[in-house]
Each structure stands twice: as structure tokens, then as C-alpha cells.
């Protein structure tokens, strides 16, 4: 999965817009190195206050001591919010306010100041396209009415591939139509907020057949499994996404093809409809020399992590450990369950590290003096993740499947065992279990009304208990660790040799890429 060297070819201006979402920026900043290593391009990345430092770490993983030239492509920025150092969770108003301010002088070729550096950040030519978060609609607004030249703009779709059909493809596409106008429409005439009513037609789930090529049928509530703590806002966010998705001229996929193949071919025929492009650029982290040094320093533990690790290796033999994350965001609404899960493990003896970076996880002291007891798990608020997925100890990955996560573990050969939330995951987790089986779904963690419903594939509905998680851990941690585990690990490496095959000098993704600078040059 080598980098070729860069190669001479006319500079372009990308701007990167990364929101306040480190599952979505952490993939940009890669995506921001692959474009100044093999193309050569000019990028300008926007970033959040609350994110400058992690963005400037996770670049410095990319580029070694020699790669100081490819390096100065990449100019990061950080938006001036004023007094406003986060982002409002629905509108991301200060932000994109922030964003059209910075870009407005970067079209007009002023000198922008980075809010977190000061540092005077010169002009250069006038961007040639920008890539932003697809919700950002004020965003896409902002370039549309900002730019002197026509600016192309894709939408960073940092998710799922497949997921992406039912809610927002056209009913030609297998779809289920834009929803938008029944929002509005019954908003004007009960009065009822915008949000409460989106939040209610999005949910207003029927038991209707999920049909997305590579995907294993479902119910139209099984995308939904879990309650989550980020509900409430979901019905306009999609909204907004909608909008985007219609207006942008074309969309960047962070999946990897071989993923989903069926799926990134019926979105690029989507797009192809209206003339837009699809490029699929994934998996997305960083392989240079400075990759593992500089993602154990973003860590809270990096030491006491790394001698846990040789300390497994060494008493419990290679593929042993238990790896338990569910990314920056994810956690349990019913956290009981992750320490009824933890309890199973530490019956089995099986070593385990647990990152809880979630603002919304707390562990409760009587789990921290349980683990401590136990002497064969670590608790961490954040994990340096490559790091842990390529140490030979590791051995299964409890994952919420979001696709940066997932395509890290397909990359380093871990199988995993998925605990899905929302969104995207509930059909990665599907795809992984049945279609390429190279994992276990958990579904005695699924809650809500939603939830608690019959699955398709197999028409039992999970009860949700305590006790009937318990039975299902322990069935699926014995199947894992014995033959049956084994099989999926031998499936694995038919995968993985394929997703690292897509960054190779003529690979699905390097080709992507090369296709889309060369339709900047044009």
C-alpha cells in the first residue's frame, strides 16, 4: 500500500471544509496528504478551534523529515468564531459564518490569519474546488455566491456507502424519495417546529423492505437499532443533507470500493444521471514513517498502552486481546450494558482494552476497581487505534462499524465483532456479518422501540435484556476465539488484500484521485 513517489503535474487549490466531527476530519487530513504526495495539489483545510492541535498531529503522521516540501502544500486554518469556540449542534451556523468569511479572502487573494496560530497564511491562485461535510449547506451556499470562477463542489461523505441509497436516492434508484416536501408541508399547516416534524416523518418507519444491492434485506426500522444520546435533531439534519446532496456537483466517497462494490456502482449511477462524479478514496490513514509515533501522541496513555501490549503478547500469545471502541462519539445509552458485556470477558479471561472517548461515556468507579482487580484490562479515553490494530496481541475488534474504523481493521487483518448505533453502522455491520463474514453482530445491545423489533434475516426480535446479552456475549467470544472465528479471519484476508490494493499505483482510489484533479485541470 506504498505511496509512489509525486510526480511532476500543474498545481491545483483544493479547500478542504473539516466540521467538528473527528470521524469525518480524521479522514481529510489523510485525504489532504494523498492529494499534495501524488498529485502535487495546493490545499487549503479549514478546521474547528476545538480541533486545530489533533488536525496538525494528524497530518504530521503522513510525512517523514524529507517530506517537508510536500508537506507546505497543505496550509491549515482555523476558523475565527469569535467568542464561539464550538459548533451549534443543528445548524452549524458560527461555523459556516466563520467558513464564508475565510473563504471570501481566499477568492479575493487576502491573507488569512489562523485563529489557533496567528500565523498570516499567504494567497495563492484562487481555489479550483471545495470539499466539505455534507450538511454544510450554508457552506456550499457561501462558495456558490463567494467564487469569481466557476468552483466545483463535493460533498465528503465520510460514511457507509450503501447507507446512503435508501434515504436520499430518488425512488428510480431504489430510494424512498425526497421527504422534504411532506415536512414542509405539514409544518405550515399544523404549526408544529420544522424539527419536531422532520424528526417524525424520518421515524415514521412502516416495516418496509430495505432493498440496497450488497446488502443483505432489512426493515426500514432496523436502521435504527439503538437509542442515542444525539437524537432530537436527526429529522432536519437529514434535511440538510438532502439539500446538499442535490446541489453539490458531484460526491467523494471515504469507503473503499472493494468494500461495497454494488453500492458505490449504484451511487456513481445516481450521479451519473445529472453529469456528477463519484469518487471512491478510501481506506484513509496514514502510512508514513511518523504514522504510530504520531498517533500515540494524541493518546491519554500511550505508554501504560503500549507495555499492556507486550505484557498480553508475551502471557497471552499473539491474537489474544479483546480491542472494545465505539469511536469519538458513540455510547451506550443503556451503559449497563457495556459492563454486563466487560463482565463476560473478564469470566473468560480474556485480556481487553476499552476506549470511552465519548463526551457522553462515564465509568462508574466500581467498574474502574473491577478492572483494576482483574489486571488484564486497560480503560482509556482515547486509544492510539492503528497502533493497537497492528500489534501482533491483538485479536477481535468490538466496533460500532463506523467506516473509518471498520476499514482499519479490514487493512490490519482484525476481524471484529459489531455493536452498531445508527446511522451508517447498522447496515456496515450487516454487510460485514452476512454478506462477507468476516464478523459477529451483537443484537441483544439493540434498544428502543425500533430496536426491539424482528430482524429480517433472521425473524427473531432481540429481547434487550441483561441476561439474554450475557448468553450472547459468551456464545459469540467462544465462537470467535475457536474454529468458527478462525474461518472469519481466513475470510478476512481475501478482503484485506483487496482494500489495500486500492492505493497501489494503478488501485481503484489512486485512480479516483488521479480522475478528479484532472477534471480541475480541465
Known amino acids: 500500500m506504498a505511496i ?6 500543474p498545481k491545483v487549490h483544493v479547500v478542504l471544509l473539516a466540521t467538528e466531527a473527528w470521524g469525518h476530519t480524521r479522514p481529510l ?25 489533533r488536525v496538525e498531529a494528524e ?13 507546505d502544500l497543505i496550509r491549515v486554518a482555523t476558523l475565527d468564531m469569535g467568542e464561539r469556540k464550538t459548533v451549534d449542534a443543528l445548524g452549524f451556523a458560527a461555523y459556516n459564518e466563520a467558513f464564508a468569511r475565510a473563504y471570501a479572502k481566499l477568492v479575493d487573494g487576502d491573507t488569512i490569519i489562523c485563529a ?14 471545495v470539499v466539505m461535510d455534507f450538511f454544510c449547506v450554508s457552506g456550499l451556499e457561501a462558495v456558490r455566491k463567494l467564487s469569481k470562477k466557476p468552483v466545483k463542489v463535493l460533498a465528503w461523505m465520510a460514511c457507509h456507502a450503501s447507507v446512503l441509497i435508501y434515504p436520499f436516492a430518488p425512488e428510480s434508484r431504489g430510494g424512498r424519495g425526497d421527504y422534504r416536501p411532506k415536512v414542509m408541508a405539514e409544518a405550515a399547516s399544523t404549526g408544529r417546529p420544522i424539527e419536531e416534524v422532520a424528526e417524525k416523518v424520518m421515524n415514521a418507519y412502516t416495516g418496509a423492505i430495505v432493498r440496497v444491492p450488497g446488502l443483505p434485506l432489512m426493515y ?12 432530537g435533531f436527526a429529522g432536519v439534519f437529514y434535511m440538510m443533507m438532502q439539500t446538499f446532496i442535490d446541489a453539490c456537483d458531484g460526491t467523494i ?9 454494488e453500492g458505490v ?25 511518523n504514522a504510530v509515533s504520531g498517533e500515540k501522541a494524541q493518546s491519554d496513555k500511550p505508554t501504560e498502552i503500549d507495555e499492556f501490549l507486550e505484557t498480553t503478547l508475551q502471557s497471552s500469545g499473539p491474537k489474544s486481546l479483546l480491542y472494545i471502541a465505539f469511536g469519538s462519539l458513540y455510547w451506550p445509552t443503556e451503559p449497563e450494558k457495556i459492563w454486563a458485556f466487560l463482565d463476560v470477558v473478564m469470566e473468560k479471561k480474556i485480556p481487553f482494552i476499552l476506549s470511552h472517548a465519548s463526551p457522553f461515556a462515564v465509568v462508574p468507579d466500581e467498574v474502574t476497581a473491577k478492572v483494576k482487580a482483574y489486571g488484564l484490562g486497560i480503560l482509556s479515553k482515547w486509544t492510539p487505534q492503528q497502533t493497537i490494530l497492528a500489534h501482533p496481541a491483538i485479536g477481535w475488534f468490538v466496533t460500532h462499524c463506523g467506516i473509518n474504523s471498520t476499514l482499519e481493521a479490514i487493512a490490519l487483518d482484525v476481524p471484529m465483532i459489531c455493536w452498531p448505533f445508527h446511522v451508517d453502522q447498522p447496515t456496515l455491520s450487516a454487510q460485514l456479518s452476512e454478506i462477507h463474514d468476516v464478523a459477529y453482530e451483537l443484537v441483544e445491545v439493540r434498544t428502543g422501540t425500533s430496536g426491539l423489533k424482528p430482524l ?19 456464545l459469540i467470544l467462544d465462537q470467535a476465539y475457536g474454529e468458527d472465528g478462525a474461518k472469519k479471519r481466513a475470510n478476512l484476508k481475501k478482503l484485506q488484500k483487496a482494500i489495500l490494493s486500492t492505493w497501489t499505483e494503478d488501485g481503484s482510489a489512486r485512480r479516483d484521485v488521479d480522475r478528479l484533479v484532472a477534471s480541475l485541470q480541465s
Open 4 to 9: 509512489q513517489d509525486p510526480v511532476p503535474e
Open 29 to 53: 487530513c489523510t485525504f489532504a496528504a494523498r492529494l499534495a504526495q501524488t498529485r502535487r495539489v495546493n490545499v487549503t483545510l479549514f478546521t474547528a478551534p476545538n480541533f486545530a492541535e
Open 59 to 71: 497530518l504530521s503522521r503522513s510525512f517523514g523529515p524529507s517530506d517537508e516540501a510536500l508537506r
Open 116 to 129: 489557533h496560530t496567528h500565523k498570516k497564511i499567504k494567497p495563492i491562485s484562487a481555489p479550483d474546488a
Open 220 to 231: 426500514d426500522y432496523e436502521l435504527s437499532p439503538q437509542v442515542v444520546h444525539l437524537e
Open 253 to 261: 466517497l471515504v469507503t473503499a470500493e472493494p468494500l461495497e462494490p
Open 265 to 289: 456502482a449504484k451511487i456513481r449511477a445516481w450521479f451519473a444521471e445529472t453529469s456528477r462524479k463519484t469518487y471512491a478514496v478510501g481506506p484513509l490513514f496514514p502510512l508514513g514513517e
Open 456 to 474: 429480517h434475516r433472521t425473524g427473531k426480535a432481540p429481547t434487550g435484556t441483561l441476561e439474554a446479552l450475557r448468553e450472547e456475549a459468551g
